[in-house]
């Protein structure tokens, strides 16, 4: 199993992303996936996650400006960010909980580089 982040890039302060991360693989179930951050210096975090069935939740700093979505067809999950802050400058990683056939794991997607400068 392997998941595929991508989408991440420089953008200005109060500009839009949009983070896809794919999962490959040998795949049964997916149950939670979620994106985290890392800044530099600092420990991973959690941005957001989202379950099998759609009930998402959030880090407060990003309440209102973040939407985590998923694509149970494409095990695709989805961030979209908007109203960036340079606060929100991190590598971003995904993390999905799959079930291929023994017990459920967790991976990780291989991080992808947001940074919000003007």
């Known amino acids: 199993v392997q998941l595929q982040a991508s989408g991440g890039g420089l953008v200005q302060p109060g500009g839009s992303l949009r983070l896809s991360c794919a999962a490959s693989?040998?795949?049964?179930?997916?149950?939670?996936m979620g994106w985290y951050r890392q800044a530099p210096g600092k420990q991973r975090e959690l941005v957001a996650g989202i379950t099998s069935g759609g009930n998402t939740n959030y880090a407060d700093s990003v309440k209102g400006r973040f939407t985590i979505s998923r694509d149970n067809v494409k095990n695709t999950v989805y961030l979209q960010m908007n109203s960036l802050k340079p606060e929100d400058t991190a590598v971003y990683y995904c993390?999905?909980?799959?079930?291929?056939?023994?017990?459920?794991?967790?991976?990780w997607g291989q991080g992808t580089q947001v940074t919000v400068s003007s």
């Open positions: 693989g040998t795949i049964i179930s997916i149950a939670t």
């Open positions: 993390n999905a909980r799959i079930y291929s056939g023994s017990y459920y794991l967790g991976y």
